[in-house]
């Protein structure tokens, strides 16, 4: 009884550190992020007729965003139990912008405690977070042959099985849940308990699938900005946006995979601009991506902090009724009080 009592304060105030600890590590990590790129940031802005492309850009990865958190909300509430939006959506973000702390731990573990402060189990949480992961990946792998005849040409017909594997999980779902449980034995880590539904798996898909197509948009507005011709570099950007950053979230070492995402961009950027512009491109790709994601993420959090319950203002007293005089017939006079006090007084 002892020991667990001396471990609790230790716990509440490890808790209480970590929640300073936490954000502050998060907005270094942006902060460095944007500061190594300030010059090349600037550069494109001073672009002439660069803005409309760079706002475009922008939104495009915005949308892709949100649509990356509509991926992990539909397992959740498919593995899950119900929370409201505004808990999902905060812990969502919260543990998205922890990317830009190096390791891919940070994330999982903001996950774990605030998911299971809001009754989410444990088992749950790293159920869909595996899920999540598996589904992105599979989804991105699945995009990226578009961009091959343009960049690896006919010899890369084996990025073909990518695209295979996720239209067999569309038309068998559960399917999904053995390759989970493959992947935590690969991991050396249990396999995960819980299980997504069919239609879950399915909306899951579809979700991640729109977030590749969108965010290579952005990708494509910062090409064309630089010279690429546009009908060309549509299917280069998109397909190779999705299969480099794909490929690059394995990548668990470095912050987001950085400098591994540059440089499987540049394989493709190639195809369509010189190198110095698509390094030029690459480089203000990790830029967009970042401001795009601080700003959502940021907006996310500050529209979901928690509500402030209204004081309580107390009721009213009613005054108490006051009880009538009685009626007393003129000329009788009142009788005297024989109060305690009266007969100690006497």
């Known amino acids: 009884m002892a020991t667990a009592t001396v471990a609790r304060p230790g716990a509440a105030r490890l808790r209480r550190l970590l929640r300073i600890l936490f954000p502050l590590a998060v907005a270094t990590g942006i902060g460095l992020a944007l500061y190594e790129r300030a010059g090349e940031l600037a550069a494109l802005v001073l672009r002439p007729g660069s803005v409309p492309y760079l706002l475009l850009a922008l939104a495009a990865n915005a949308v892709a965003v949100l649509f990356t958190m509509a991926t992990w909300r539909s397992l959740l509430a498919d593995l899950g ?5 505004r808990t999902t959506t905060r812990i969502y973000f919260t543990s998205y912008l922890g990317k830009y702390v190096p390791g891919a731990v940070w994330g999982v573990l903001a996950q774990l405690r605030m998911a299971g402060a809001a009754g989410v189990p444990a088992p749950v949480v790293l159920a869909v977070f595996l899920l999540n992961l598996l589904v992105a990946v599979l989804t991105g792998l ?28 569309a038309v068998r779902p559960r399917l999904l849940n053995r390759l989970a449980s493959g992947a935590a034995r690969l991991a050396r880590r249990p396999a995960p308990e819980a299980r997504a539904s ?30 690429a011709p546009p ?4 299917p280069v950007c998109v397909g190779g946006f999705a299969l480099a950053t794909a490929a690059a979230s394995l990548v668990v070492v470095l912050p987001d995979g950085w400098g591994a995402r540059e440089a499987l961009l540049l394989l493709s950027l190639t195809a369509v601009l010189p190198w110095p512009q698509a390094t030029a491109v690459a480089v203000a790709s990790r830029v967009v991506c ?36 009685p009626h007393r017939p003129e000329g009788i006079p009142c009788p005297r009080s024989s109060t305690p006090s009266t007969t100690a007084s006497r």
């Open 81 to 85: 139990p119900r929370l409201p939006g």
């Open 142 to 169: 699945a995009i990226g042959p578009l961009a091959a005849p343009w960049t690896l040409g006919t010899g890369a017909w084996w990025l073909v099985l990518p695209g295979v594997l996720t239209l067999v999980l």
């Open 198 to 227: 069919a239609r879950g798996v399915r909306r899951a898909l579809a979700a991640a699938t729109a977030s590749w197509a969108v965010s290579g948009l952005h990708l494509w507005a910062l090409a064309v900005m630089l010279g």
């Open 231 to 234: 009908l060309t570099a549509l």
């Open 290 to 325: 970042t401001l795009s994601e601080v700003l959502v993420g940021g907006a996310a959090l500050l529209l979901t902090l928690p509500r402030k319950p209204a004081p309580r203002n107390p009721a009213p007293r009613k005054p108490a009724p006051s009880s009538p005089a």
